[in-house]
């Protein structure tokens, strides 16, 4: 398969900091990085873009973790009668 290459002009360099940030942390190359993100900016073929909620801004708890977190947190929902005081 043929590929083209482009120059990008005009980064930041807070925008240049991000990038190589996301790259060593998902442990890719900066250009396999920007080519996910490009993708996942501009739909390629007419198939709607699936959301799902804000999961990936705030991660996903299984049930067994939503419960122990209720569990642990329980003594935290009351307020002790000296603080009324």
Same mark, same amino acid.
């Given at each position: ?26 442990? =890719?190359?900066?250009?396999? $990085? $920007? ?11 007419? =198939? ?5 909620g804000l999961d990936d801004?705030?991660? $996903?708890?299984? $049930?067994?973790?939503? =419960? ?18």
């Amino acid at each position: 398969m043929n590929s083209l290459q482009y120059t990008i002009r005009g980064l930041t360099p807070g925008l240049d900091e991000s990038l190589r940030r996301l790259a060593k942390q998902r442990g =890719q190359s900066l250009n396999s $990085v $920007v080519l996910e993100l490009l993708k996942a900016g501009i739909r390629t073929s007419n =198939q709607p873009r699936a959301y799902k909620g804000l999961d990936d801004l705030f991660g $996903v708890m299984s $049930v067994a973790e939503a =419960q122990e977190l209720n569990h642990s947190s329980q003594e935290n929902r009351t307020i002790p009668p000296k603080d009324w005081e």
